[in-house]
């Protein structure tokens, strides 16, 4: 759901989020496309401020094919409740989009099969540099303040289940 969505119906996201306590979340942020990670990754800093969180962990890497590996290596330090993806790839004229697109969504996919941890995909896929900006807080909100609404709400989901 998003915030957007909460806020147009008078009605505040931040009354309907599970209080987690103690949350650590990791976020691993490409610095590829910065314009729009960096918008993505203060959403979500934002979010967890807003919230009384404060151990939240921030780790850069190069590109949206690495954020699988920072990712996964945030999962197995056994730190986290959750691990939070940025990334953002626009299509251009050659394959290289479909293959950046498929690898990082399916090595998401794998470490919230395998892994105890869950990884919320904040990962743009867009056409043009337009839909980024919707996306990274415009038109159409800010993706990375749902991310982190969904990682709190993921760490809470995963808490039931563990005790």
């Not at 807003?50 to 290596?73: C, K, N, S, W």
């Amino acid at each position: 759901m998003s915030s957007q969505l909460n806020k147009s119906q008078g009605s505040d996201a931040l009354h309907t989020l599970p209080h987690v306590d103690g949350l650590t979340v990791g976020i691993v942020c490409a610095e590829w496309n910065e314009q729009i990670t960096g918008a993505l990754l203060q959403g979500a800093l934002d979010l967890f401020d807003q919230e009384g969180y404060e151990d939240i962990t921030v780790a850069r890497v190069p590109g949206t094919v690495e954020l699988t590996f920072g990712a996964a290596q945030m999962v197995r330090s056994g730190r986290y409740d959750a691990v939070i993806m940025i990334g953002c790839v626009i299509r251009g004229g050659t394959p290289h989009f479909d293959y950046v697109c498929d690898n990082v969504t399916q090595g998401c996919a794998h470490l919230n099969a395998t892994q105890n941890v869950p990884v919320i995909f904040c990962v743009l896929t867009c056409d043009d540099m337009q839909q980024a900006l919707d996306r990274a807080g415009g038109a159409l909100c800010n993706k990375g303040t749902e991310a982190a609404e969904a990682a709190i709400k993921m760490a809470h989901f995963a808490r039931h289940f563990s005790h």
